[in-house]
T-cell receptor, first 112, second 112 residues
Framework: QKEVEQDPGPLSVPEGAIVSLNCTYS??????FMWYRQYSRKGPELLMY????GNKEDGRFTAQVDKSSKYISLFIRDSQPSDSATYLC????????????FGGGTRLMVKP | DTAVSQTPKYLVTQMGNDKSIKCEQN?????MYWYKQDSKKFLKIMFS???????INETVPNRFSPKSPDKAHLNLHINSLELGDSAVYFC???????????FGPGTRLTVL
């Protein structure tokens, strides 16, 4: 079993929908949680960065962390075709130059 | 202005050859990383360098050797290439005290 699990999708939604992307993890030592967006044949781009449990909002994006359930989510409001990409969750044990453990990514397709 | 750049973008070579991939960052970061992304999109950490010292070395074959001439550069040299080395290799950088890593565009390596 991988340390971080993510449904590979693809997840197909109509434009304007609210998208929910999720990851579960097994290592309770993880404290820092990130979401990356990766367009086809491009490098991952950092979207959201959160510490411990709680919510963080940035524009149309909201990241949620529930450490008690070892579950993190990324919500995208008013989804756009330009949001079509693979979304990778990542996490680490501490904040100091530590390795990131990534999920396998969920491919999202937003149809006009 | 490219933040993290890699060369070459594509690399096609024969089994048994030796090749290098170069990475440069102009973000003023002090820590750099190499990741491997396989065909199933899993990103796995290979190495990280902080202030020119190797910090993390995952279970990577010793055919892979990172070299950092200065804080802004981290190169990856691969000896005796094998078919299983075919993947996309990403360079990333961050500040040591922060886990927000910024990725390059990737080098797609194909070993024939």
């Amino acid at each position: 079993q991988k340390e971080v699990e993510q449904d590979p999708g693809p997840l197909s939604v109509p434009e304007g929908a609210i998208v929910s992307l999720n990851c579960t993890y097994s290592n309770s030592a993880f404290q820092y949680f990130m979401w990356y967006r990766q367009y086809s044949r491009k490098g991952p781009e950092l979207l959201m960065y959160t510490y411990s449990s709680g919510n963080k909002e940035d524009g149309r994006f909201t990241a949620q962390v529930d450490k008690s359930s070892k579950y993190i989510s990324l919500f995208i409001r008013d989804s756009q075709p330009s949001d079509s990409a693979t979304y990778l969750c990542a996490m680490s044990r501490n904040n100091a130059g530590n390795m990131l453990t990534f999920g396998g990514g969920t491919r999202l397709m937003v149809k006009p | 202005d490219t933040a993290v750049s890699q060369t070459p973008k594509y690399l096609v070579t024969q089994m048994g050859n030796d090749k290098s991939i170069k990475c440069e960052q102009n973000l003023g970061h002090d820590t750099m990383y190499w990741y491997k992304q396989d065909s199933k999109k899993f990103l796995k950490i290979m190495f990280s360098y902080n202030n020119k010292e190797l910090i993390i070395n995952e279970t990577v074959p010793n055919r892979f050797s990172p070299k950092s001439p200065d804080k802004a550069h981290l190169n990856l040299h691969i000896n005796s290439l094998e078919l299983g080395d075919s993947a996309v290799y990403f360079c990333a950088s961050s500040q040591w005290e922060k886990n927000e890593q910024f990725f390059g565009p990737g080098t797609r390596l194909t070993v024939l």
